[in-house]
């Protein structure tokens, strides 16, 4: 993205000290820290007419697949603080739906953003470059003169609803993203759900939930993946086992590990890892998480088809990578092959007047929004602003496991050498570790114990993961 500096004749003319494009989950956790830290000024600037990003485009069914309370801003709850008692997340904490994230991002902006006076938001607005932008409604034009931009739009999200395909479609086949699937009328011959991610999990769940019969169901994977097993990912002393001493586990596992495939089996044997189909191995690491109650839905389904990706889908059959397979002209595709992980270079975080928000902490782009946007408010130097916010390598299989978990693991320590930094973890909502494991009384030698394994065994896993960085370069 270009840079700030504004000159747009005709325009009308703001100006800000941080001009922010992009009201996605990342966006808004950042400004909402820099209201309550500064006495900024700032103009959020986006396409969609309210806040929260591409959750203005989720299916009706969607839900985040983390905890809500590790979700959002963080000056305002999310969770309802509820562990489910139905469903597939039964036992574990609630899961925010989509349109409960999008009216969460709207209270934000109505009741804090807006109200501190300081903000001025442009829904409905497409950015240019170059601190200009344009009202789609009314072809309005504005240039903004900013001291800092800040460009939240790099972490590109992508869903169904909103992407191209990267295959052809011919007329007359029946094909849709998955958030038409409520609004079906007639059954189809038989649906074929495209993609092997969270998407793809949540449309076959969601049909499997309406009790459509597994067998009626194909499901196109391209390559399996390896899931976060989510009852390790929960928030607060009453799951303290399940995650610290998951956290434990992966420490052990990884400083154990004799190769970066090794790893993934020991991460697996230790049940932070999962699979769909214990006979097949995956390849592929974008973070999804699942229950088991998931997994034991998802292997009903028996017709996956592993002939690589898709390139046409044509009346009476798909044609793939390494295949064909016939089809009934009534037969059903379902979109999930929007990747919600683009790949993208890493950059320095901040730049003299551009700041380009990445994750921190891996697995954790809110939280990280607003490290970053703490660290922006509290620190004066450049070095100091990227020592203590190195990007994180989005999540990927191999030996991009060990980029990412040894980024997010030196960042965490770097925040552990700094006291003030420290204290402000301890009170951010979004950080579901650091208070739990500071609520730990001196009496409790079981979880004592459980803390002394994960910090006895960072050191070697960090040691570890170098290595395997360092014998890949
Ligand atoms: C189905 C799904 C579930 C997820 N669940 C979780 C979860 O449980 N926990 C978690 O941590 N993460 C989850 N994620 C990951 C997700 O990436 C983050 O939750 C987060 O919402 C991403 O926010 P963002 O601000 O980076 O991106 P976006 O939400 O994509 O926001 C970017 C914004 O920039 C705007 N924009 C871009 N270009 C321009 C332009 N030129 N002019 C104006 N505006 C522009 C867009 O309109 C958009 O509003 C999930 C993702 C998906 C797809």
């Known amino acids: 993205m270009p840079s700030q500096a504004a000159s747009n004749s005709g325009a009308t003319q703001l100006n800000t000290d941080y001009l922010i494009v992009g009201t996605g989950a990342v966006g808004m956790a950042f400004a909402d820290v820099l209201v309550a830290e500064t006495d900024a000024d700032i103009v959020m600037v986006d396409r969609f007419a309210k806040p929260g990003g591409h959750w203005n485009a989720a299916y009706p069914f969607v839900t985040l697949h983390q905890p809500s309370q590790f979700y959002g801003v963080y000056s305002r709850e999310l969770s309802k603080g509820a562990i489910d008692q139905v469903g597939l ?44 932008f344009e009202h789609k409604l009314s072809g309005d034009q504005f240039s903004v003169e900013a001291s800092t931009l800040v460009d939240c739009t790099y972490l590109n999200t992508a869903v169904p609803s909103m992407h191209t395909p990267n295959f052809e479609v011919a007329d007359g086949v029946r094909f849709m993203p998955l958030n038409d699937l409520p609004r079906l009328t007639e059954a189809p011959a038989g649906y074929t759900v495209i993609g092997g991610g969270k998407t793809g999990i949540d449309a076959i769940l969601w049909l499997l ?26 928030p607060g002393l009453e799951f303290f ?15 154990n590990a004799e190769s970066p495939e090794d790893m993934f089996d020991r991460l697996e044997a230790c049940n932070f890892l999962k699979r769909v189909y214990p006979e097949i191995r995956p390849t592929m690491f974008h973070a999804a998480t699942v229950s088991d109650l998931e997994i034991v839905e998802l292997q009903r389904i028996k017709n996956v088809v592993r002939l690589g990706r898709v390139q046409s889908i044509e009346p009476t059959q798909m044609i793939l990578d390494d295949g064909v397979v016939a089809a009934d002209a009534n037969q059903l595709y379902i979109d999930c092959s929007a990747s919600a992980l683009p790949e993208l270079d890493l950059k320095p975080i901040f730049t003299e007047r551009v700041i380009t928000p990445q994750t ?28 203590l916010c190195d990007p994180v390598p989005l999540p990927s299989a191999g030996v991009g496991y060990a980029q990412m978990a040894l980024k997010s693991m030196m960042n965490q320590f770097n925040w552990g050498q700094d006291p003030e930094m420290r ?21 409790d030698e ?27 370069k």
């Open 241 to 255: 086992e399940d995650t610290f001493g998951s956290q434990a586990d992966q420490m052990e596992a990884i400083a």
């Open 446 to 472: 079981g979880k004592r114990a459980i803390l002394k394994r994960l910090r006895d065994n960072a050191f070697p896993a960090v040691t570890k993961l170098s290595e395997f960085v360092e014998a890949a």
């Open 423 to 443: 204290e402000w973890l301890l009170g951010n909502r979004l950080d579901g570790f650091s208070a739990t494991a500071a609520m730990v009384s001196t009496e």
């Open 209 to 234: 939930e309406q009790r459509v019969n597994p067998d009626s169901i194909t499901w196109v994977v391209s390559r399996d993946a390896w899931l976060l097993n989510r009852a390790t990912t929960q």
């Open 89 to 132: 997340n039964k036992g574990l904490h609630d899961l925010a739906t989509g349109p409960e994230v999008s009216a969460y991002f709207d209270a934000v902006m109505r009741h804090t953003l807006l109200p501190s006076n300081r903000v001025r938001y442009f829904p409905m607005c497409n950015y240019t470059g170059d601190g200009n």
């Open 360 to 387: 921190v902490r891996s697995f954790q782009p809110a939280f990280s929004a607003s490290v970053i946007a703490h660290i922006e408010a509290t620190r004066d130097t450049l070095e100091e602003k990227n020592r």
